[in-house]
């Protein structure tokens, strides 16, 4: 199952990876390779991405990171493939995607004369921005009866689906909690009135996906490239703002309805 109906899709563009994402899911469908496996190969990329920007090699960091974005991709075409959602691939994604978020981040501090404190912001913008992304697609998911696996507000356990572990799932479930809770919750307060919204025009949802983490990424290795390294924290710090605005455009086009 898509993650929106095909005539309710928009443009995403942080989702540049996912037509390569559903070919290699193709490819593994009948193999023993699952869903996780293939989360453990973007975090793998990631890292090499990571290497690659310590020692200057910003062209393979690029690529590292493109791939990463399409094995992130890959690993929800192939559970829906094979029929295998599960809470423990869906948590594990996410945890992974700050840990790698996090070290790329360390990575680009370690590379410029930049404070630390701007890169602590620069990393919050960052997941800032991936929290209203995911909150916005969320809730057009569950209004359009697309994919259901990440839900709108994670607050409880949920109930393992067929072919995992309580225990794993819960144990996953207090990890996410634990690295996303803050961001979720000030996401939230910010714009409480987001799940009732009847009206998500499909330009809106565009604009927003500049704050996926496709898309992130890519603007980081082209900064990367153009050997403007000094310039990704302060972007991204100034990017957050555009929070606030996408915000009021949501409400403002759902002001009468």
């Not at 919204?197 to 949802?205: F, V």
Request: proline share 4%; net charge positive.
């Amino acid at each position: 199952m898509p993650k929106l109906p095909s005539d309710q899709q928009f443009i995403d563009l942080s989702d540049y990876g996912r037509p390569f994402g559903k070919q290699i899911a193709y490819w593994l469908r009948n193999t023993r390779l699952t869903p996780v496996h293939v989360t453990l190969g973007f975090v793998l990329a990631g890292l090499l991405a990571v290497g690659c920007i310590l020692k200057g090699y910003y062209w393979a960091a690029v690529l590292f990171l493109l791939l990463k974005s399409i094995l992130d991709a890959a690993d929800g075409e192939l559970a829906r493939v094979k029929e295998t959602p599960s809470y423990t691939g869906r948590f594990l994604d996410s945890l992974s995607d700050m840990g790698i978020n996090l070290l790329i981040i360390w990575s680009i501090w370690k590379i410029t004369d930049d404070p630390v404190w701007m890169a602590c912001l620069a990393f919050f913008g960052l997941q800032l921005q991936g929290t209203l992304y995911n909150y916005y697609y969320a809730i057009l998911r569950k209004r359009r009866n697309g994919d259901v696996t990440s839900r709108i507000f994670e607050t409880q356990v949920p109930r393992a689906l067929t072919g995992e572990n309580q225990r794993n799932v819960t144990l996953l479930f207090k990890a996410y909690r634990l690295c996303y809770g803050v961001f979720d919750k000030l996401i939230y307060t910010l714009d409480r009135q987001a799940a009732s919204s009847t009206m998500w025009p499909n330009w809106l949802m565009t604009a927003v996906s500049t704050f996926g983490l496709g898309f992130q990424l890519l603007l980081i290795g082209l900064l990367l490239v153009a050997g403007l390294e000094s310039y990704i924290f302060p972007f991204f710090i100034g990017y957050s703002l555009f929070i606030l605005v996408f915000i009021a455009v949501r409400r403002l086009i759902n002001l009468n309805s």
